[in-house]
């Protein structure tokens, strides 16, 4: 499986931003996809993540009520609808996908500036 991610960017407090996670292979194996995010000195840590059979959703408590994650199961892809973004939200964003075994994306970056 691999994964692809698209759009982050520069944007300015109260902006918003929709990144994009594109699977490609053995997308059968895939039965949950998340985002996690990692800011400079910081560990990773889960934004939110989403089963491909239900579509049931989780959040991290700093982005509920900002954050949407959602997916098209017939383009492979999952998205993250991110508004009211703040300067805290400034990391590197990582698309994972679960099955087996864990994919993970190459990362993209979001930098909100104040």
């Known amino acids: 499986v691999q994964l692809v991610e698209s759009g982050g960017g520069l944007v300015q407090a109260g902006g918003s931003l929709r990144l994009s996670c594109a699977a490609s292979g053995s997308t059968f194996r895939i039965n949950a996809m998340g985002w996690y995010r990692q800011a400079p000195g910081k560990q990773r840590e889960v934004v939110a993540g989403?089963?491909?059979?239900?579509?049931?959703?989780n959040y991290a408590d700093s982005v509920k009520g900002r954050f949407t994650i959602s997916r098209d199961n017939a383009k492979n892809t999952m998205y993250l609808q991110m508004n009211n973004l703040k300067p805290e939200d400034t990391a590197v964003y990582y698309c994972?996908?679960?099955?087996?075994?864990?994919?993970w994306g190459q990362g993209t970056q979001v930098t909100v500036s104040s």
């Open positions: 994972h996908a679960r099955g087996v075994l864990s994919y």
């Open positions: 989403i089963t491909i059979g239900g579509g049931s959703t």
